[in-house]
């Protein structure tokens, strides 16, 4: 996949502007989202090992995902220093964030990130999870994995309400 640097950030997103629409907007369905929290904002919580041991994200890592739908059917996942969750950063997604769709595919809610695929940050690729929403706690595996991630919601302030997503 061909891919370009998101304004002066380390990110990469798809060279080609209509990925998204021609790989999967036009693609899958975009129905029953009703669970979805759109001024919300679902911060990873905890990690799920492939022994089902449950570790908090909180405490164990500097960094945190965490993921923003959009009502157009985008999302973003934003990575910001744990000690930012309780006062977060502005979340833009035309400047930070790695860009993704989420959609219905064989009855499964599937989110497709284009995201590193290596550990030196050089290679990106998409990877796909399934998720399920269940109250104010979305859980994330991803395909070809043991792990799962637990995310809680987290209402967002009026000034982070105001970005779109347009990918």
């Given at each position: ?9 380390y990110?990469?997103i798809?060279l ?5 629409i021609?790989?999967?907007k036009?693609?899958?369905k975009?129905?029953?989202t ?10 990873e ?6 022994r ?7 405490k ?9 739908f959009?009502?157009?059917?985008c999302?973003n996942n ?6 930012s969750?309780?006062?977060l950063?502005?979340l833009?997604?035309?400047k930070?964030g790695y860009?993704?769709?989420y ?17 030196n940050?050089?290679?990106?690729g998409?990877?796909d ?8 706690t ?10 799962k ?5 987290q209402?967002?302030?009026k000034e982070?309400l105001?970005?779109?997503?347009d990918?």
């Open positions: 996949m061909k891919t370009k640097r998101l304004n002066n950030s990110i990469q798809p080609d502007d209509s990925f998204f021609n790989n999967y036009n693609l899958y975009k129905e029953n009703s669970k979805i929290d759109y001024e919300s904002i679902y911060i919580a905890y990690a799920i090992d492939y089902g041991e449950m570790h908090d994200s909180r164990n890592n500097s960094f945190i995902g965490a993921l923003k959009y009502q157009n059917n999302i934003f990575v910001f220093n744990r000690d969750i309780k006062k950063p502005l833009d997604p035309s930070v860009r993704g769709v959609y219905f595919k064989e009855n499964k809610q599937i989110i497709s990130l284009v995201v590193p695929i290596t550990q940050r050089k290679s990106y998409v990877k999870y399934e998720f399920t929403i269940k109250g104010d979305l859980t994330l595996k991803q395909k070809k994995s043991f792990f991630y637990v995310y809680l919601k209402k967002l302030s982070n105001k970005f779109r997503a990918w």
